[in-house]
């Protein structure tokens, strides 16, 4: 491998066309790794994959870990931690989320300027890794020169962004009406079942972040309709080349 990349990405699921754009791969799969957890719901084992996109080295999950699926807080983190072993000092993130504010349509881009930990269990729970602090800050978990960045990106482009607070929490179901208002109660403009944990831990270990979200689904009192996974994966589909153009320029740039 002739790749030392300080930059890597997780996509959101319907969200990782970004990953076929890498050129001069080299992918490892997660079972040859050791300690790492091994996707087992969709049936194919996930793999990371070193390379370039554009001349920037970069690293990219293909497959994340999500709680609901039933792995611990350390296995759906641990990724993370190889990334700060490798060198990694950006990373960046998507997923699908349900939009709590009023303002949103199903499609829009929402720039992640803060987050939410509703996950029941705390992802650095338990004796501290000297990756960081044991009580570690969290004023900027979403780096803002690097939201600076995507916002003039956006702007040149003509993209449409939303800006919000994500706030995650465990799933597997959607929201109940009374679920999503508590949730816009709380402070968040959207909600998902990712993220969170992988960017507490990113700011543990010293990686700066950037996150998009893309609103697939409407938690907005009076739009609220049934949903389902197809629907988020098709809202998640027709968003996906604005936010990758955002992510391919911020990369390049960052
Ligand atoms: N809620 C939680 N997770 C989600 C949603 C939602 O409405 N949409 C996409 N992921």
Known sequence: MHTHPETAIILGSGL???V?????KY??????????PVSTVEGHSGKLIFGKLGDK?????QGRFHFYEGYSMKEVTFPVRVMRELGIKTLFVSNAAG????DFEIGDLMIITDHINFFPE??????NIKYGPRFPDMSEAYNKELIRKANEIAAEKGIKVQH???????GPTYETPAEYKMFRILGADAVGMSTVPEVIVA????IRVFGISVITDLGVEGKIVEVTHEDVQKAADQAQPLMTTIMRELINRA
């Not at 992918?27 to 790492?36: R, S, V, W």
């Not at 939009?99 to 009023?102: A, H, S, T």
């Open 20 to 24: 076929d754009e890498i050129t001069d």
């Open 57 to 61: 080295d970069i690293m990219a999950m």
């Open 164 to 170: 919000g607070i994500y706030i995650g929490t465990q």
């Open 99 to 102: 939009g709590m504010n009023p």
């Open 16 to 18: 990782g066309k970004l």
């Open 27 to 36: 992918e490892i799969n997660y079972t040859d790794i050791p300690h790492f």
């Open 122 to 127: 705390h992802p650095l729970r338990g004796k």
């Open 203 to 206: 700011n543990h270990c010293g």
